[in-house]
């Protein structure tokens, strides 16, 4: 797609209503060429398949594509140019349909050419029933209503397994939900949607924490699933039921979730690389879509297009509008790629397959609203990230947003939220995250996807098989082969550096937050990340190890400016380079990473050769050593990254005073004070 030309209404972006119906029909459009012959599936290219199958991935092209047509027509009021609706009206007939070579459902287990596989059989299934149904509530009355009956039969007998409870405990619960909201709309099988219904939101009563914040299961996993699955389904359904009791109770947690969440995006539109599922890139539109929808929302309709529309363009126009570019989000086939700005491999969980991506389409739902709507209207306002410098504390996730107006640049700080599993994800494991850095993976490859953590399901349940011993050190041959992560701190052992482990919560205030870990039995590592402008203040108190035992802190990952589209096939080794010209900064392209030793760290900082990241195919990141010298060791340090020219030296933003191994004191540049208690651990 060209890059716009400036609209009066959209200063910032340039993008209108027209750009995205636009954007929708060439996403839609370019999938064509990919569907069996009666549409039922569409089977998208790729490196390697999911690990449900390419039955399960040509279900999965169709369902999620059709999410897609469904908000493009139902926002047009039924109007079609393209003729979306007829060729998935006739998918939906082929897919579900028995026929005479055993389809869907029969018992010989044979599948035709357009049949979508049963979700007794494969559970990925009940994931694509959620899609599958939600758009034919919204264009009922375009095509379902159109139908004739023994089509519905079909299409009913496919949806109604996932009305039984979910197979998965997180947010699987949702899918089924979102299937019973379509069938009781329809009056069909209306007591059993209820109930399912009732028990879906039930199950998530469970996991609500308050401050907008849902943990995905029984567990301590917040991540973009919190936005595009815990708070779209409930709320959205409620919208859709005209159902003002549930809007009441599920609206204003979407509310209060969309107040921290709309800080999380860089004024490039980028929303913050963390957590899993990565390459549903602009999905992250969604619930900003959602509360103006809905009138649940702290942002005002031009806020809220600025934001959605930021985060579209970021994705499918090579050059942001500072003038930066990147590989775009679709290949030369106009199809959507497994990964970030490109393809990307170190980010794909083996739950993905080719059409994955297109989970994507939620993040078309503003089209429901109509072209006179004030979202679509008012003129564009500014994001969070360009108003002022903020630090804001989520207490209940345990995490820090960091924005600077300067450069629009938004940073994520974790002492709270894990990856369900035993081994270690990057998308959960590092201590700070930002809308154009890391996190670094050993390598890109070329060749079929690899995992970030042990295999999952689309929503997170491990595979206990491949889950590994989590060990608290990198061992063997990828202690030599694992680039150094960025924003990490660990013991270094002969075993290789220590992983971080599950963050436990301690305490947090204003400006900072605190969590300990284990990486070794009989060692905890107490930490706390303070931030006030560009500045960090990064902490951390060793409980427990062996006097002598070395230590490493490393900084942000920073990239070239212009990634190489070609990736290395080869890890690339964690050696040092030379050093950089002033110590303790690490400048390239237009980012500037700074980190300074402060104190318990000897000498000053080096800068290693790391492996590639979202943004690049290699990268470099500032690291700092140091040594235990008693059974309570303090270390801090004073990290930034910005894109701002020629930064004053991070050293001059903060004088720090350690006044023994669990008080901080810190006088900020602008005269501000404050003072850092290292929490005792429970």
Do not use: C
Not at 380 to 401: F, G, K, M, Q, R
């Amino acid at each position: 797609m060209p890059t716009p030309t400036p609209h009066p209404a959209s200063p910032y972006t340039g993008w209108t209503r027209a750009h995205w119906e636009k954007a929708a029909d060439e996403l839609l459009l370019a999938v064509r060429p990919w569907a069996s012959p009666r549409h039922g599936l569409i089977n998208l290219p790729g490196l390697r398949p999911s690990w449900s199958g390419t039955r399960s991935d040509g279900l999965e092209g169709y369902a999620r594509t059709w999410l897609l047509a469904a908000f493009r027509v139902a926002g047009a009021e039924g109007r079609d140019p393209h003729g979306f609706l007829p060729r998935y009206a006739e998918g939906l007939a082929a897919g579900t349909a028995p026929g005479p070579a055993g389809a869907a459902g029969t018992a010989s287990g044979l599948l035709g050419p357009d049949s979508w596989p049963q979700m007794a059989g494969t559970r990925q299934a009940v994931v694509e029933s959620a899609s599958v149904a939600l758009g034919l509530r919204v264009t009922r009355p375009w095509l379902w209503d159109t139908l004739d009956d023994r089509t519905r039969q079909q299409a009913v007998d496919w949806l109604l397994p996932a009305l039984d409870p979910s197979p998965v405990n997180n947010n699987w619960w949702l899918f089924g939900l979102t299937v019973a909201g379509f069938l009781q709309d329809a009056g069909i099988e209306t007591d059993r949607a209820r109930r399912t219904i009732d028990r879906s939101l039930e199950r998530i009563e469970e996991w609500w924490l308050g401050d907008g914040w849902y943990s995905d299961g029984p567990n301590r996993s917040f991540d973009h699933y919190n936005a595009w699955a815990m708070h779209f389904y409930p709320v959205l359904h409620a919208h859709l039921a005209g159902d003002q009791e549930l809007l009441a109770r599920y609206g204003p947690r979407l509310h209060a979730h969309l107040d921290a969440y709309t800080r999380m995006f860089g004024a490039d539109g980028a929303p913050m690389p963390y957590g899993r599922s990565l390459t549903y890139r602009f999905a992250a539109a969604a619930a900003p879509w959602l509360g103006a929808l809905t009138g649940h929302t702290p942002l005002s309709p031009g806020a809220t297009r600025r934001l959605a529309s930021g985060t579209l363009r970021y994705f499918l126009d090579p050059a942001a509008p500072d003038g930066r570019t990147h590989e775009r989000a679709t290949d030369e086939h106009g199809l959507l790629t497994l990964g970030w700005h490109g393809p990307y491999a170190p980010i794909i969980q083996t739950y993905s397959g080719p059409a994955s991506p297109y989970w994507a389409s939620k993040g078309f739902l503003g089209l429901l609203m109509p072209a006179d709507h004030p979202v679509w209207t008012a003129d564009e306002e500014p994001l969070p990230s360009e108003t002022a410098d903020t630090v804001t504390t989520l207490a209940t996730p345990h995490l820090l947003i960091q924005s600077t107006a300067a450069d629009g640049l938004v940073r994520l700080h974790n002492h709270g939220s894990n990856h369900v599993g035993q081994d270690e994800d990057p998308g959960y494991a590092r201590y700070a995250y930002s809308t154009r850095t890391g996190p670094t993976s050993p390598a890109t490859t070329t060749g079929p996807a690899t995992t970030t953590g042990p295999a999952t399901t689309d929503s997170g349940s491990t595979d206990a098989a491949a889950a590994g011993s989590g060990s608290g050190t990198d061992s063997g041959a990828d202690a030599t082969e694992h680039a150094p992560r960025d924003n990490h701190f660990a013991l270094l052992t002969d075993a290789g550096p220590t992983v971080r482990g599950p963050a436990t919560p301690l305490t947090s205030g204003s400006g900072w937050a605190a969590s300990v870990t284990t990486p070794l039995p009989g060692v905890r590592i107490v930490s706390a990340t303070l931030a006030h402008g560009r500045a960090e203040l990064r902490a951390h108190l060793v409980l427990g190890a062996e006097p002598g035992t070395p230590v490493r802190q490393t900084g942000w990952a920073t990239t070239p400016a212009t990634p190489v589209p070609a990736a290395p096939a080869t890890p690339t080794p964690a050696a040092p380079t030379a050093p950089p010209a002033s110590p303790g900064t690490a400048a390239t392209g237009a980012l500037t990473a700074q980190l300074h030793p402060v104190h318990g760290y000897t000498g000053t900082p080096r800068q290693l050769a790391a492996g590639s990241t979202l943004f690049g195919p290699r990268s470099d990141v500032l690291a700092l050593d140091g040594r235990t010298t008693a059974p309570a060791s303090l270390f801090v340090s004073l990290a930034s990254l910005t894109a701002e020219p020629d930064p004053a030296p991070v050293d001059t933003l903060a004088d720090i005073r350690v006044n023994d191994p669990r008080t901080i004191h810190v006088t900020w540049q602008d005269g501000t004070t404050a003072v850092l208690h290292l929490p005792e651990e429970s």
